[in-house]
């Protein structure tokens, strides 16, 4: 059974940094793309960023300058770095993994809220 498993999120002032993990377990028959979506509360959840196999990557308008993705293909992980947070960026952000024959999995999430 695979399993998504997200840490680092918290509280922290704005302008601050918070770096976000989620590592894969159990067998996903190949990881493709993987990415970060947030959701805050009566949004709708929206893309943060994603980056393929290949190392390619999308960012959403709002955060590009300020988010970093990458990956480590052998350990199954993906992270977010964020910098220069602001209040706006407070959501649930969410991982999420499509494997290479198209199935997606989701993360439970992790809080991230920024303080003015």
């Known amino acids: 059974q695979v399993q998504l498993v997200e840490s680092g999120g918290g509280l922290v002032q704005a302008g601050g940094s918070l770096r976000l993990s989620c590592a894969a377990t159990?067998?996903?028959?190949?990881?493709?793309?993987m990415g970060w979506y947030r959701q805050a509360p009566g949004k709708q959840r929206d893309l943060v960023a994603e980056?393929?196999?290949?190392?390619?990557?999308n960012y959403a308008d709002p955060v590009k300058g300020r988010f970093t993705i990458s990956r480590d293909n052998a350990k199954k992980s993906v992270y977010l770095q964020m910098s220069s947070l602001k209040p706006e960026d407070t959501a649930v952000y969410y991982c999420?993994?499509?494997?290479?024959?198209?199935?997606?999995?989701w993360g439970r999430g992790t809080q991230v809220t920024v303080s003015s």
């Open positions: 159990g067998s996903i028959f190949g990881v493709g793309v």
């Open positions: 999420k993994v499509v494997n290479n024959i198209g199935t997606t999995y």
């Open positions: 980056i393929t196999s290949g190392g390619r990557t």
